[in-house]
């Protein structure tokens, strides 16, 4: 439908509010329970969100405020919905999902990761996703394992 016959004052703010959906990844959603903790908070921080917007009396700007809390609890919804809270690990003899690796790179350095879902997975905060190609060469490695290949193996030196 063209904008002439709607209420937002142009295409610009149609296309506003109108964001695509949040893309849903085809991988299990193995979440930790912090990990499902925190999808729980951000989806009450987006209907507050919605909730905030919906006290805007001016229709365009209700419609800009909403469109981004709006689309974030849609997709937080359906990942609450499809979430699988993993188990700590059992054992801390292989690398598994919620584990605390540490390896160390072919030029020396050390890095250490927690393997976390894809929602909480945060590289700079020290968590990568299980579907990650580090995380993947990682698990079921016991101490001492060396994975990759060149410049890109990782010997595996603590896990916890």
Not at 49 to 72: F, H, S, T, Y
Not at 85 to 105: K, Y
Not at 131 to 144: C, F, I, T
Request: charged share 25%; aromatic share 4%; hydrophobic share 40%.
């Amino acid at each position: 439908m063209s904008v002439a016959f709607t209420k937002e004052d142009s295409a610009e703010t149609a296309s506003e509010t109108m964001l695509p959906e949040r893309p849903i990844s085809p991988h299990p959603n193995l979440v930790t329970a912090a990990g499902l903790q925190a999808l729980q908070d951000q989806l009450e921080a987006a209907r507050a969100g919605i909730k905030a917007a919906q006290a805007i009396a001016d229709v365009n700007e209700r419609r800009r405020q909403e469109a981004g809390p709006l689309r974030d609890a849609l997709y937080l919804a359906a990942r609450l919905r499809s979430g699988q809270l993993m188990p700590e690990p059992a054992s801390r003899d292989v690398v598994a999902f919620g584990s605390t690796v540490t390896f160390r790179r072919s030029d020396g350095r050390a890095q250490s990761y927690r393997i976390v879902g894809e929602d909480e997975a945060d590289p700079k905060a020290g968590t990568i996703s299980f579907v990650s190609p580090v995380a993947r060469l990682l698990m079921r490695k016991a101490v001492g394992d060396v994975v990759g290949s060149g410049a890109q193996e990782l010997e595996i030196i603590a896990i916890a």
